[in-house]
Each structure stands twice: as C-alpha cells, then as structure tokens.
C-alpha cells in the first residue's frame, strides 16, 4: 500500500535512497483519515476492490491537492464508510479545498454537493444548484432519465418452485494466511425463480463466497456440501462450474469479467465458445448471430458487434457482461454488485433484465452494498457479516433498520 500512495513522488532520505520508515508512517497517517486501519506494507492484491478504492483516496490526499476529483469513490464502500468519506470531503470544503465527485449514488450526491450537473450522453443536460433548486433524488432522476420515475425498481410476481441450489455449512479459508476463515459455516439456499440477496458489510466475505461456490475460485481448504436439483456435486474449477450450470457476473468487469481490447462479439461468447464451434472451430456467422440476438434483446447501445467492448459505457458494459453469462445458459446465476458504476436508467434496465431471467425459471443470488437495491430486487435476504451469516429475512418484513441492527449485534464487523 506505502509503494502505491508514493509512486513517482518517493520520501528519499538525505543519501537520495528511499525513506521506508517515513513512507510506511505517512501513508498509515493518510489511510487513517480514510478510515482504511491496514498495515501500509500489506500487498495491494490481498486488499477487497473497496480498500482498494480507499487507498487510492488517501494517495489523493498524500500529494497535498487543492482540487480533488474523485470518480465513483464509493462504489466500493458500505453506508458507514461512505458517510464517513463525506464528512470528510466536508471537512476539505471548510479548509479551502474544493471537490468534483462523480457518482450515480443519488443520495450521497444531495448530501455533499453545492451544484449538480447532470451529463448524459457526454453532453451537459443541466446544473442544479442547492438553495435554488430542488435537490430531492426524484428530480435528479429526472433530468438523467428525461422522465419521472414513479418506480425505481421494476414490479415482479414471484413464483418460486423447487430449490435450485443448496450449501451446507460452507467454510472458506484464505487462500494467503493460512487458519484465517472468510466464510464460516455458512448455509443457504435458493430456489426456482427466487432472487436472494446477499447483504453485508464491505469485508464481510460476500465475494469470497460466490467465487468459492463457482469452481472453487477463490479460497483453500473450502468444505463441504453444495447440492444442485438436491444432488450433491463437487465443482472444483471454473469449467466444472459452468457445465453444472453455475455462472457468476463479476463486481470487476473491467479486470476480471471482460477483455476490453476484444469485441463485443467475441466477449458474448466467451464462456461457452463450444456452442458456436464445430469440431473446435468457430463458426463466426454463429457468432455474430448470438452477439447480434443479445444486443436486441439487452439493448445494448453499440453501432456494432464489432466494437471494443472498451469504448462502450459503464452500463453497456454490464450488458455484454450480462449476455455472455446468459449465453452460457445457467440454472443459477450469482451477480455480484450487478449495478456498481451506473446510470439509474441503465440499472432498471438491468433490473428488468433479471426479473426476466426469474420469470424463465432461473435463479439469482445478487450480492449488492446498496440497501434500496437489495429491499428493492430480493424475494428473500441472507445476512453476512465477519464471513457468517447472521441472519435471514422474507422481504415483506425487510428494512434497512434490520438488517444494519444485525450487523451491528452480531459483532464487531459494524
């Protein structure tokens, strides 16, 4: 972490060599204010994608600015952490700093701004400005979508069969520091046509245990029971997973969902290439026909199939993510953090997108940070904290109040 906050601006002692001390020490005052409490000599790949987004904060804050932009700065991060960066880009307001925050949380944005601009298209629709204008989420929506949303989440009648998937005391450990346990026993099911969310605070262990079940991804030493249409199956890589038909949509497209440099045609059909080759070759008319098929049905805004995947938004994006998992056919889809990084129109359309896929009879394990998405979307609420679950509810009895005061009683996690 020290290494990362300082490159290209190194603390150098008087012989001209690097200051290690002094580095470790400043870059551990600066997560400080970030609320980030890790050693600074902890490697960056052994830190969640949310602790990664606070040490690029503090890097921020390490070189002295006078202006800052941050880009999404809290996708990453839970409500407490979140509330906690805003305070402290408050607190830079009254010192003199002055702060440009892009971000689709709504709400955050009300809380923090003096102006909101709202930008669509890559052209500027209009500036709000607060004690002028009306500051309420329901307006910004409406200058972003070009219409009232009288619904943030589209309506569903759940028909929920049979269990799809079951895991019986579930147990992870870290694949780095051995005996540290990031999933504990955890038990859980879903079932035919049923959307169950998993919600938890950021290093509660939500990811680590959706790649664990998806061919063992991530973790060691991972036991002991998962059931597919009530038979027990043992999924120990990503090929076994998809051929069981498991997928698993990624919280990191750009890194880890999506080959930005390839075109849309290609990353569609990535996952399962064999259904559009004949004897280990592929057939580009098959191809392009399945490409062209998912941009119709997802929307997805391209002039070509052919495009780099790279040069599409956020939102778009997500969409070809989408299709290249839905291509592959799952009876069970785990999406994690579907929405992080996106536009309030694009995210009903991927709403729509997975009441589609339940209504087809599939099923949906949605790991989200966002509270409202997960009252919003889920029949049903796992929650997670400190690698268990502490907790399960129906969603006709779920709250935000509940599921934090589980959180908060279950342990130190909160």
């Known amino acids: 972490i020290g290494e990362n906050m300082f490159l290209g601006n190194e603390i150098k002692n008087k012989r001209g060599a690097i200051d290690w001390d002094k580095t470790y020490s400043e870059a551990e005052k600066h997560m400080a204010q970030v609320g980030l409490h890790e050693s600074a000599q902890t490697l960056i790949k052994d830190i969640g994608t949310g602790k990664q987004q606070l040490v690029e904060i503090a890097k921020a804050l390490s070189k002295d600015v006078k202006l800052l932009i941050l880009d999404e700065p809290t996708a990453s991060l839970n409500e407490s952490d979140s509330k906690a960066l805003l305070e402290l880009l408050l607190q830079f307001k009254r010192q003199?700093?002055?702060?440009?925050?892009?971000?689709?949380?709504?709400?955050?944005?009300?809380?923090?701004?003096?102006?909101?601009?709202?930008?669509?298209?890559?052209?500027?629709?209009?500036?709000?400005?607060?004690?002028?204008?009306?500051?309420?989420?329901?307006?910004?929506?409406?200058g972003m979508v070009g219409r009232d949303m009288s619904s943030r989440f589209p309506k569903r009648e759940s028909h929920i069969g049979e269990v799809m998937l079951e895991v019986k005391d579930w147990t992870v450990?870290?694949?780095?520091?051995?005996?540290?346990?990031?999933?504990?026993?955890?038990?859980?099911?879903?079932?035919?046509?049923?959307?169950?969310?998993?919600?938890?605070?950021?290093?509660?262990?939500?990811?680590?245990?959706?790649?664990?079940?998806?061919?063992?991804?991530?973790?060691?030493?991972?036991?002991?029971?998962?059931?597919?249409?009530?038979?027990?199956?043992?999924?120990?890589?990503?090929?076994?997973?998809?051929?069981?038909?498991?997928?698993?949509?990624?919280?990191?497209?750009?890194?880890?969902?999506?080959?930005?440099?390839?075109?849309?045609?290609?990353?569609?059909?990535?996952?399962?290439?064999?259904?559009?080759?004949?004897?280990?070759?592929?057939?580009?008319?098959?191809?392009?026909?399945?490409?062209?098929?998912?941009?119709?049905?997802?929307?997805?805004?391209?002039?070509?199939?052919?495009?780099?995947?790279?040069?599409?938004?956020?939102?778009?994006?997500?969409?070809?993510?989408?299709?290249?998992?839905?291509?592959?056919?799952?009876?069970?889809?785990?999406?994690?953090?579907?929405?992080?990084?996106?536009?309030?129109?694009?995210?009903?359309?991927?709403?729509?997108?997975?009441?589609?896929?339940v209504a087809e009879g599939k099923s949906v394990i949605m790991i989200s940070s966002e509270l409202p998405e997960v009252l919003g979307m889920s029949d049903r609420i796992y929650i997670m904290n400190e690698g268990r679950f502490v907790g399960e509810v129906g969603k006709e009895e779920a709250t935000s109040e509940l599921i934090m005061s589980k959180i908060v009683k279950s342990g130190k996690g909160a």
């Not at 689709?104 to 052209?123: Q, R």
């Not at 709000?128 to 329901?138: I, T």
């Open 96 to 142: 003199g700093m002055t702060s440009i925050i892009i971000s689709h949380k709504l709400n955050e944005i009300s809380y923090v701004a003096d102006k909101i601009t709202i930008i669509c298209d890559g052209s500027t629709i209009e500036t709000l400005v607060k004690g002028v204008d009306d500051f309420s989420e329901e307006r910004i929506i409406k």
């Open 173 to 357: 450990y870290h694949p780095q520091f051995e005996g540290r346990k990031v999933c504990d026993n955890v038990s859980m099911n879903v079932r035919k046509g049923e959307v169950v969310a998993i919600s938890g605070l950021m290093g509660a262990g939500r990811t680590e245990l959706a790649m664990s079940m998806f061919g063992h991804s991530y973790g060691a030493d991972i036991s002991d029971t998962l059931k597919l249409h009530g038979k027990e199956v043992h999924l120990k890589t990503i090929k076994q997973a998809i051929e069981a038909g498991l997928a698993y949509v990624t919280e990191d497209r750009k890194g880890n969902g999506l080959v930005l440099t390839n075109h849309i045609r290609v990353n569609t059909t990535l996952a399962r290439m064999e259904k559009v080759s004949r004897h280990g070759v592929i057939d580009f008319d098959a191809e392009r026909s399945v490409a062209e098929d998912y941009k119709n049905a997802l929307h997805t805004k391209t002039p070509s199939i052919e495009q780099n995947v790279g040069n599409l938004s956020g939102g778009n994006q997500q969409k070809v993510l989408l299709a290249k998992w839905m291509f592959a056919d799952p009876d069970v889809l785990i999406l994690d953090e579907p929405t992080r990084g996106i536009d309030v129109g694009a995210k009903y359309e991927i709403y729509c997108i997975i009441n589609d896929l």
